[in-house]
């Protein structure tokens, strides 16, 4: 007799062992009810004996039909043949008496017998692990990037750091002793290793040396003197001036402390006259001129280096302007003494100096680095390292730079941008997370039966939810760490190649990654224990149509409505510029969630209102169609708040991005006037003949508008001579040509008429000072000249002008005052500018311009737009926007996919039984597209309504104007960067999310009917 076990089961009786394979109608994961369930977990989690068991001698029922193979007789242990001696069968190995039943491992199991569903997970988790792990690093990179560009990029004279102090010696002795050649660069070399961290400088660009404060005048009179006033000189001895000239004419410099000798710069020579041999008198305290002889004529090499950019006066000379009652001019030149030449200087009159320069790198500093480095240069200006670098230069030295403004204008910057790129973190983040839970509930809905089985047969919800958290963490933890490790590969420090020391951080990464893997391993547990912590009736109906909201999801709504309220009220009233509030940057996300809650709770209306009329139509496909949509889960909100998420989030960035483009547009075009500007290098420089003509026929040119303009007109007052004075420039046009360019560009349109001639211009009417001009103004031009007819003096003319209306703003000008006039009613007529409308070809203009002149300078709007662009700031922000857009697409998709995938069983055996009645194949892609459409088309409609509202609820809080134009030179003209909505964001994402779904329902449909319907009608199927 066989023996029992402690049940009084049989031990053949018994279900497979642990060691054997797991039959393949064992349960998945994420699949349906099983044939043959597992032990349910109890709360201790031992084996738990089935209580159902079938009798012994109880034959399993044939198969019906024919064409099946019949099953093999699986009746108890105690029917089956065993070993001699009462042993277990051949081939299993006989369990010893009073062991304790070893149950099959759940997870093993479960990911085995459904590896699809779990790799869908792991895919999942590991896209959103890996977004969410790189957006830290990517953020690191470009403001990485972003404070080494402008410290790099910056010019030489505002990065540099320069320590100076005065010469500590007043005799040629004592400089022979104290401040050689040897002892400078020993010097040097302490001050530079005193700069605190995290400054760090260039060896190799490092100059010292000596020269005079105060220019020396050159006595000789065989210097040139332009308006007879003497050259000054500045003599200086910059170290190693071999390694960074080339020597044209003579010999290097060579001399003593008595007997000076310097060599200039080939521009210098020419400009000054200077020759190898000449020689220089210069004043000195003795009395007795000081003699400096010119050796040679040397080329500087680098002009654009430190070295030479730093002091432009050493490479070339300048005529500088002495303003008394007349402007004079007089040259400014330097002679670059010798090394052994430098204590020569001891000799001038005025004050001299000893200083060291040293050029910052920025390979080694990241975007965290900022407040450091901002310290540090605030102590090295006037804090404990000032007196530290004052100690080892032996002096009462200061230390000059612009380092730290250039500093301060990144950090402003990155901040203004920080909020705003917030923003779209918050968005993906939501709609991630949202999806998240999506396939969560996909999951548990499939294992609804399955589990509600267990808890019927003694599981308790500990166990239940341990052993699904067990299987979710042995997919999504190895997928989340995947991800990390794809992170730190693919996106990598500047510079740092796949070998390099990474220089980013790795917590926020791992913290981030982390945070996707942990929703993703607790939304199924959770909610499988949410859903079953009490017993459900069987069948019982949960769709939108009766659901009814509980007190709880009213009061989450409540709070989400007030966190919604505060968000936008903050937002409007301080703006984005407080990084530290992420209430102000979730608040487009929590006007969207208030949305697709109140669309849940409207979305039965539109069901009902639709419902009776659809039953008039022929057909039974459309009122079945809304009947199905309305018998949907009332768990369907999460698609639907996905997808609002998702379309209000794409709304807002393609906002961003088109408030971008459209500043960066208006500041270009404000910026040339035109699509093409053409005027001299040098103010009131008129077109020469035949320009105009020229420039019309060039390829591309669709209008032009000359303009004279006049700068620095004196503008009398309506108040007398009381006033304070006041001038601007004087724009004659030609009011047709120039009407149309004021329209198409948008800036201070008017009608030609109103600036109609007068009749009365040329040369002929210059003693007529008493006609009157109508013209045009600026606010504060046109608030100066008052209403009556005032005297205007200019080069063009004497007349009067009589303001007839005021714009904010004129093509022909980029500044904020102007008066413009009819050009021909000027005295003296002669166009300064060409305003060129059309889709001009550069190079042909140029090649048309230089033809006739090589004086003007032609400007291109396409061009000037392309400055606005070069800060990795401003390009880094926008990616994480384009890739925000992307990403929210993409979790747009996957929600349409998941929730079409939870009703899938369901909607396959419903079209099985309804073709069982006569329906067509093409009826029935007709029904499971209209079913599906009412959801779409609803989160579009509040997608783009949200949109639509969310981008003026929230522009007066939102200035994108560091962000299109950070790095564009004098932007004060242009009026700040307004958040506006933009029509092809709101309407093309939400458009495509219905044809999606439609097209997605379809398909579904389709893929049904190439299956076989024997699986659906399987009697007893519990669907």
């Known amino acids: 007799m066989p023996a029992r076990d402690e049940h009084g089961t049989p031990d053949g009786a018994r279900g497979p062992d642990a060691d054997e394979t797991p039959t393949p109608g064992a349960p998945g994961p994420l699949g349906r009810v099983p044939d043959q369930t597992p032990a349910a977990p109890g709360g201790d989690g031992t084996h738990q004996p089935d209580a159902r068991r079938k009798a012994p001698d109880m034959p399993r029922p044939r198969p019906s039909r024919p064409d099946q193979p019949s099953e093999p007789d699986r009746s108890s242990g105690a029917d089956r043949p065993t070993a001699p001696g009462g042993t277990a069968p051949a081939g299993r190995a006989a369990r010893p008496a009073g062991a304790a039943p070893v149950v099959a491992p759940w997870v093993r199991t479960r990911l085995r017998t459904a590896p699809r569903a779990a790799a869908a997970l792991a895919l999942l988790v590991l896209v959103t692990a890996y977004l969410a792990a790189a957006l830290p690093r990517a953020v690191d990179r470009y403001e990485t990037e972003g404070l080494r560009h402008d410290v790099a990029s910056a010019a030489p004279r505002d990065s540099v750091l320069e320590l100076n102090a005065p010469l500590p010696v007043t005799t040629a002795a004592e400089y022979g002793a104290n401040l050689t050649s040897a002892a400078l660069r020993k010097r040097s070399d302490a001050l530079r290793a005193l700069l605190p961290d995290p400054v760090r400088t260039d060896p190799d660009q490092a100059v010292h040396g000596v020269r005079t404060i105060d220019r020396v005048e050159g006595l000789d009179p065989w210097l040139p003197r332009p308006d007879g006033l003497s050259p000054q000189f500045v003599l200086s001895s910059p170290s190693d001036l071999a390694r960074h000239t080339t020597l044209r004419q003579g010999r290097p410099a060579g001399g003593t402390a008595l007997r000076p000798e310097a060599v200039v710069t080939a521009r210098t020579a020419e400009a000054l006259r200077l020759k190898p041999g000449s020689v220089v008198h210069v004043p000195s305290r003795s009395g007795e001129p000081l003699a400096v002889t010119v050796t040679g004529?040397?080329?500087?090499?680098?002009?654009?280096t430190a070295y030479w950019a730093v002091e432009p006066l050493l490479r070339t000379p300048a005529l500088a302007p002495l303003v008394e009652e007349e402007v004079k001019y007089y040259w400014q030149a330097a002679l670059l003494l010798s090394p052994s030449s430098a204590a020569s200087v001891l000799a001038t009159v005025g004050e001299?100096?000893?200083?060291?320069?040293?050029?910052?790198?920025?390979?080694?500093?990241?975007?965290?680095?900022?407040?450091?480095?901002?310290?540090?240069?605030?102590s090295a200006a006037g804090g404990p390292d000032l007196v530290r670098m004052r100690e080892a230069m032996g002096g009462n030295g200061a230390l000059t730079t612009g380092l730290d403004e250039i500093v301060d204008a990144y950090g402003s910057m990155r901040d203004a941008i920080a909020p705003v790129v917030a923003v779209a973190v918050f968005g993906i983040g939501a709609v991630a997370a949202v999806v998240l839970a999506m396939t969560g509930g996909l999951f548990t809905a499939r294992r609804d039966g399955e589990l509600a089985l267990l808890r019927s047969r003694g599981a308790s919800l500990t166990g239940i939810g341990l052993r699904l958290l067990g299987e979710t963490s042995a997919v999504a933890v190895p997928a989340a760490a995947l991800a990390l490790g794809l992170a730190v590969l693919t996106v990598r420090p500047p510079g740092g190649g796949p070998g390099a020391a990474d220089g980013i951080p790795l917590d926020p990464s791992l913290l981030a990654a982390s945070a996707v893997a942990l929703v993703a391993m607790l939304v199924l547990p959770l909610r499988a224990v949410v859903l079953h912590r009490r017993p459900r009736l069987h069948g019982g109906r949960d769709d939108l149509l009766t659901a009814r909201p509980s007190r709880r999801r009213t009061v989450l709504e409540l709070t989400l409505l007030v966190l919604a309220v505060g968000a936008v009220a903050s937002l409007r009233l301080r703006g984005a510029d407080d990084s530290g509030d992420h209430l102000v940057s979730a608040a487009p996300v929590l006007v969207g969630l208030i949305a697709a809650m109140v669309l849940i709770r409207v979305y039965p209306l539109p069901l009902r209102w639709l419902g009776r009329p659809a039953l008039r139509l022929r057909g039974a496909v459309g009122p079945l169609a809304l009947a199905r949509a309305g018998r949907s889960s009332s768990t369907g909100m999460l698609p639907l708040l996905a997808l609002v998420l998702a379309l209000t989030t794409a709304a807002f960035g393609g906002s961003v991005l088109a408030g971008v483009a459209d500043a960066r547009d208006r500041a270009a075009l404000l910026a040339t006037g035109a699509d093409a500007r053409i005027d001299g290098s040098v103010e009131w420089t008129p077109l020469p003949a035949g320009l105009a003509e020229a420039v019309r026929g060039t390829a591309g040119v669709r209008d032009l508008a000359p303009v004279q303009i006049e700068y620095g007109v004196d503008l009398p007052s309506h108040e007398g001579t009381t006033a304070r004075a006041m001038s601007a420039p004087l724009v004659g046009v030609d009011p047709a040509s120039y009407a149309r360019l004021a329209k198409r560009t948008g800036f201070g349109a008017f009608p030609?008429?109103?600036?109609?001639s007068t009749g009365k211009g040329g040369e002929g009417?210059?003693?007529?000072?008493g006609r009157v001009l109508p013209a045009i103004a600026s606010p504060s031009v046109a608030e100066r000249l008052g209403r009556e007819p005032m005297e205007v003096v200019a080069a063009a003319g004497t007349f009067r002008v009589e303001v007839v209306g005021v714009r904010p703003a004129t093509p022909a000008l980029p500044g904020e005052d102007f008066l413009l006039v009819n050009g021909a009613d000027l005295t003296r007529r002669a166009a300064t500018a060409l305003l060129v409308t059309g889709p001009v070809d550069g190079a042909a203009l140029r090649g048309a311009v230089r033809e006739r002149s090589d004086a003007f300078v032609v400007r291109l709007r396409s061009e000037e737009r392309a400055t606005y662009?070069?800060?990795?700031?401003?390009t880094g922000a926008e990616r994480i926007y384009l890739g925000a857009i992307g990403a929210g697409a993409g979790y747009a998709v996957v929600a349409v996919l998941l929730s079409l995938a939870q009703s899938a069983p369901e909607r396959n055996a419903l079209l099985a039984r309804l073709r069982t009645m006569g329906l067509t194949?093409?009826?029935?892609?007709?029904?499971?597209?209209l079913e599906a459409l009412p959801q779409a088309v609803l989160a579009a409609l509040g997608g783009v309504l949200v949109g639509w509202a969310t981008v003026p609820l929230l522009a007066p809080g939102i200035d994108l104007f560091r962000l299109a134009l950070a790095t564009a030179p004098g932007?004060?003209?242009?009026?700040?960067?307004?958040?506006r909505a933009d029509p092809w964001s709101l309407l093309v994402?939400?458009?495509?999310?219905?044809?999606?779904?439609?097209?997605?329902?379809?398909?579904?449909?389709?893929w049904a009917g190439r299956r076989g319907s024997i699986k659906e009608l399987r009697a007893g199927d519990a669907r």
């Open 989 to 1006: 994402p939400a458009l495509a999310v219905v044809l999606l779904t439609a097209l997605a329902a379809v398909g579904q449909a389709w």
């Open 765 to 769: 009417v210059t003693g007529d000072t």
């Open 297 to 304: 004529v040397v080329e500087p090499l680098g002009p654009g």
């Open 352 to 378: 001299k100096e000893v200083f060291f320069r040293f050029v910052p790198t920025a390979g080694h500093l990241t975007g965290r680095d900022t407040d450091r480095l901002s310290a540090a240069l605030a």
């Open 869 to 874: 662009v070069d800060s990795p700031l401003q």
């Open 921 to 929: 194949r093409r009826q029935g892609r007709r029904l499971l597209g």
């Open 971 to 979: 932007l004060a003209r242009l009026d700040g960067a307004p958040l």
């Open 752 to 756: 030609a008429e109103l600036l109609a």
